[in-house]
């Protein structure tokens, strides 16, 4: 079992729908990444979080520690957002700053 | 600002044949990372540099992989000799802190025949 697990594996939207992408994981960690990888792109960080709640634009992300669970949630979704997102968490223990990735979810979001 | 490169984008090569990576992270960023996607698999770590020093390289996966980072600046990964197994997408990462947004470069694809 991955210590990184993600769902749904993938998922498919109709434009302007709310759409949630679930992280959970299994380790104590001191931060938790939301990446965004487009087709033939490169990865770009979207969020990091340690607690709480950050928005920017029409994404928002949430952490639940104690839960060991994090949500990333698209408001009004455009075909645009269609990519992998992918979450990623730095371990708790020490100077170790290497993050464990989640498999990543493959979004569709169609006009 | 220039964001991470890597170089090259794609490479092509036989088994046995030796390939060397390069990442050159954002200017001032002291953390160097270096990941491996293979196919159908998560992203996973190799290692992390301070500087030219290697503060973690425990994703290495065997002594055909040399990482280098000489005066901090640029980093090379270099492969030799080359398995199948090595084939995927290499992405290298910097940040300015340890606990800082790491920031991903394109990576290179790497195929080996």
């Known amino acids: 079992k991955n210590e990184v697990e993600q769902s749904p594996q993938n998922l498919t939207a109709q434009e302007g729908e709310f759409i949630t992408i679930n992280c959970s994981y299994s380790v104590g960690i001191s931060a938790l990444h939301w990446l965004q990888q487009h087709p033939g792109g490169g990865i770009v960080s979207l969020f990091m979080l340690s607690s709480g709640k950050k928005k920017h634009g029409r994404l928002i992300a949430t952490i639940n520690i104690q839960e060991k669970h994090s949500s990333l949630h698209i408001t009004a979704s455009h075909p645009r957002d269609s990519a992998v997102y992918i979450c990623a968490v730095r371990s708790l223990y020490g100077a170790n700053s290497k993050l464990t990735f989640g498999k990543g979810i493959t979004l569709s979001v169609r006009p | 600002e220039a964001g991470v490169t890597q170089f090259p984008s794609h490479s092509v090569i036989e088994k046995g044949q030796t390939v060397t990576l390069r990442c050159d992270p954002i200017?001032?960023?002291?953390?160097l990372y270096w990941y491996r996607r293979v196919m159908g698999k998560e992203i996973k770590f190799l290692l992390h540099f301070v500087k030219e020093s290697k503060q973690d390289e425990s994703g290495m996966p065997n002594n055909r992989f040399l990482a280098e980072r000489t005066g901090g600046t640029y980093s090379t990964l270099k492969v030799q000799p080359a398995e199948l197994e090595d084939s995927g997408v290499y992405f290298c990462a910097s940040s300015q802190g340890w606990a800082d947004t790491q920031y991903f470069g394109p990576g290179t694809r790497l195929t080996v025949l």
């Open positions: 200017s001032g960023h002291d953390n």
